[in-house]
């Protein structure tokens, strides 16, 4: 009997890369916020709940790559460890970059430092936290870039409808511009990790999508609680 495509083993980074995007897409109506936000319907205080969760998911998620890093070269990784340290100086840039959308959605320092975060928000970091304890690094790299395809496209349509609808700065904008641009030499550097993972047979696939299932669920709560805000 022939497998079927989810059946056959996927031998190249590029394949297996491809086929787990395709399968953790979002379903539809996933994300309530940004459609909001396209229509310049959403409330600002959502925005400004949105630029607050954040405040505490970067550092967050830095740790997490920091931590993935580590161990990775432990493991003798060295393109995982490469991919990990990537991610979290990207963490390091993005966090930058919150100052101005933070003053573009009105909150001061005195506000931000007050902000009690929501459980549903900070799930997703919590699981990243999970996974660098818990997960085969090389799979944490497929579950984490098959979702990092869906978080660049919602960042894309935010930075385009705060410019259009909410008057905001290119500056203010520039923390979801830096999650959509192009990133080709990170591309690189996860193609390079997947591939290290599949040669050392470090990477069961099964297990990394089920876990860039539950990332995928988590950013879903995410997304629907700041909706509830909207």
């Given at each position: 009997m022939t497998p079927t495509p989810r059946e056959r083993p996927l031998s190249t980074a590029r394949e297996l890369l491809d086929s787990a995007t395709a399968e953790l897409a979002p379903k539809p109506h996933a994300n309530p916020l940004v459609p909001l936000v396209a229509d310049g319907a959403a409330d600002?205080?959502?925005?400004a709940a949105l630029a607050l969760e954040q405040c505490r998911v970067i550092p967050?998620?830095?740790?997490?790559?920091?931590?993935?890093?580590?161990?990775?070269?432990?493991?003798?990784l060295p393109a995982c460890a490469a991919f990990f340290a990537a991610l979290a100086e990207g963490e390091e840039v993005a966090l930058d970059r919150l100052g101005p959308l933070l003053t573009a959605c009105g909150v001061d320092a005195?506000?931000?430092?007050?902000?009690v975060p929501t459980a549903g928000c900070q799930a997703y970091p919590a699981y990243v936290a999970w996974l660098a304890l818990n997960a085969e690094p090389a799979g944490a790299v497929l579950a984490l870039t098959a979702?990092?395809?869906?978080?660049?496209?919602?960042?894309?349509a935010l930075a385009r409808a705060l410019r259009g609808h909410y008057g905001f700065s290119d500056e203010a904008c520039g923390f979801f511009e830096f999650f959509a641009g192009p990133a080709p030499d990170l591309d690189r550097?996860?193609?390079?990790?997947l591939q290290e993972g599949i040669d050392l047979e470090r990477l069961t696939p099964?297990?990394?999508?089920?876990?860039?299932?539950?990332?995928?669920?988590?950013?879903?709560?995410?997304w629907g609680t700041l909706a509830g805000l909207a």
């Open positions: 600002r205080r959502a925005l967050a998620d830095r740790r997490s790559f920091l931590h993935l890093a580590a161990r990775s070269a432990d493991a003798g005195e506000q931000a430092a007050a902000y979702n990092f395809a869906a978080w660049g496209g919602y960042c894309g550097a996860t193609l390079a990790a099964t297990t990394a999508l089920r876990q860039g299932r539950l990332l995928q669920d988590y950013e879903e709560m995410f």
